[in-house]
């Protein structure tokens, strides 16, 4: 449940984020931990985490004065998913965060049972606006929306904010699933008409709920959904223009040029991103995809553990249980902020690493033009890589081993990925990168392609990540994450990667960002400096290293 919105000078970014307060406290892991798992060493360097204890959606982001505000759900009390409230970081780039402290928590009647996800709006007048889901009652998640609004206008730390008794403004109509309703999403303004989404349920279809308003006070739903689907539950909404040509961020408000328009939700039940590409019309109030079968072959922010929104910031979940989580003393974490921008063909958005992260970069080493044989790899020497960025171009000269692609998993890339493993020899890959690898490779982390061709000859190109093997005999879950990448290897013969290591994360962006994966992995051996960093081939034909550049990373001021 969350719902943030940026515009970030020329850069959208989705973001989620965490916080917290005081310091690490020594905890005893249960003997049913393993003791690793709360080694200090796998905690992340600079994806963004506060010091101790649980955080999930990012919520409310904003622009403000010259700072950047980041609201996240968290629970100052312990490393599990109860007791959530709003806290509150800011930063001048992004990357280095300050800790305020909380922002929101029950202290009206339309909240006095949580403080769920929501937004953040910039009115017309200039005034920061929180819309957040409130619980009302004790018996039921009853569900409705309040709003925050700052204390002192002229603090651009924003450090209070106030509820007006006007709260709560939207309350769900008789017949609606009021246990279903939430997570308000960013409000846009056209035609001296306020917008907004609330995400709902009704039967087994998702709801884009429209509210209107010409105050931000008073809000009535409009006749129908703006969209809606046979998906379940639709949690934190996002909608946003895009333009069609350049890579420029738009306001939500913003119509000049041509555009379309990005409707992206939440699946409750499948707890991943899912968006479309489409054409709004706002007197109508109607948004329809360009791809009639999209709703149900819809497109993901990241094919890994991501939950959240637009430039692009999400939540990165834990792969291990509650138990491990309450040991360690801290749970999630967020992706690195992305910048985003429709692909040129119009069908699919681009993210990558907002250019900031680079600052952090120190020591480096490069690799050119090296050959890979088939079922061959090397080490990529001179740096620590327990917390480094590497970015890799393949040459891949020959298509023609290629296995045959099975249509049967067309929409089942991750199903694909754990069938043809990273150990799995192949034609055309799998090649690519092992990080947080030990010295002799009982525990690793793939990071590969692995090229199939259609019944039409064209080539369908995997992207995976693959943690199986990242913990030495621990059974902790070690999902493998998969998506297909739209990259033309025919004609170019070649695709790239990119993968921020850091710690006990792996953030990787395919052909420069088209496809996106992030997974959390808890090495027992491979830690620290005993973490290295591979290049392999296990194809049956050649893969060339075109170039390869990688940095040792250093730390961010992280809420400390």
Not at 152 to 162: A, F, I, T
Not at 166 to 192: C, E, K, L
Not at 228 to 257: H, R, Y
Not at 329 to 335: E, M, N, P, Q, V
Request: charged share 20%; aromatic share 12%.
């Amino acid at each position: 449940m969350w719902n943030p919105l940026w515009v970030l000078g020329p850069w959208l970014l989705l973001l989620l984020l965490q916080l917290a307060d005081g310091s690490m406290e020594a905890v005893v892991p249960s003997p049913s931990v393993p003791s690793f798992v709360t080694n200090p060493l796998l905690r992340t360097g600079y994806h963004f985490q506060p010091p101790k204890n649980w955080i999930n959606d990012p919520n409310g982001p904003l622009y403000y004065k010259g700072w950047y505000h980041l609201f996240y759900q968290y629970n100052p009390k312990g490393a599990d998913w109860v007791n959530t409230l709003w806290a509150h970081s800011v930063s001048r780039d992004l990357i280095n965060w300050n800790v305020l402290g909380l922002a929101l928590e029950p202290s009206i009647r339309s909240d006095q049972y949580g403080v769920w996800s929501g937004s953040a709006t910039i009115l017309l007048d200039g005034t920061p606006v929180l819309v957040y889901t409130g619980i009302d009652r004790p018996d039921t998640p009853y569900q409705v929306q309040n709003v925050a609004i700052p204390k002192n206008k002229s603090d651009p730390l924003l450090r209070e904010w106030v509820k007006p008794d006007y709260n709560p403004i939207i309350v769900p109509d008789s017949g609606m699933n009021v246990t279903q309703f939430r997570d308000p999403s960013t409000a846009w303004h056209i035609d001296g008409q306020w917008r907004i989404l609330v995400g709902g349920e009704k039967g087994s279809h998702g709801q884009a709920y429209v509210y209107r308003s010409t105050d931000f006070k008073h809000w009535v739903r409009a006749k129908h959904p703006l969209h809606s689907a046979i998906n379940g539950m639709w949690e934190c909404l996002d909608f946003f223009p895009v333009l069609m040509q350049g890579k420029k961020g738009l306001d939500t408000s913003d119509q000049s040029g041509r555009v379309k328009y990005v409707l992206k939700s939440s699946l409750e039940k499948a707890r991943y991103d899912y968006y479309t590409i489409g054409t709004y019309n706002s007197r109508t109030e109607r948004y329809v995809p360009d791809d009639l079968n999209g709703d149900y072959h819809r497109l993901r922010y990241d094919y890994g553990k991501f939950y959240a929104r637009r430039v692009l910031v999400g939540w990165a979940n834990e792969s291990d249980t509650v138990p491990d989580d309450i040991a360690k003393g801290w749970s999630g974490i967020h992706a690195i902020p992305r910048k985003t921008w429709l692909d040129p063909g119009g069908k699919q958005l681009v993210q990558w690493p907002i250019e900031e992260v680079e600052q952090l970069r120190r020591k480096s080493v490069s690799v050119t033009n090296k050959v890979v044989k088939p079922r061959n790899h090397f080490e990529v020497k001179g740096l620590e890589t327990y917390q480094a960025d590497v970015e890799v171009s393949f040459e891949i000269p020959n298509l023609e081993r290629a296995e045959p692609f099975d249509h049967a998993f067309s929409n089942d890339a991750q199903k694909l990925c754990r069938m043809k493993g990273a150990d799995n020899k192949g034609g055309v890959g799998p090649f690519g990168l092992w990080v947080l690898a030990s010295a002799n490779l009982e525990e690793k982390t793939a990071v590969f392609f692995r090229i199939f061709r259609d019944g039409h000859g064209k080539p369908v190109v995997l992207m995976c990540t693959d943690p199986t093997k990242s913990s030495l005999g621990h059974d902790l879950d070690k999902p493998t994450y998969a998506g297909f990448v739209n990259a033309d290897v025919s004609s170019s013969g070649e695709i790239s990667l990119r993968s921020l290591i850091d710690h006990s994360v792996v953030e990787s962006f395919g052909a420069g960002g088209r496809t996106c994966i992030i997974s959390r992995v808890y090495p027992s051996i491979a830690v620290g400096q005993n973490a290295h960093l591979y290049v392999f081939n296990n194809g049956d034909v050649d893969v060339k290293v075109s170039r390869l550049k990688a940095w040792e990373m250093e730390s961010s001021k992280m809420n400390n």
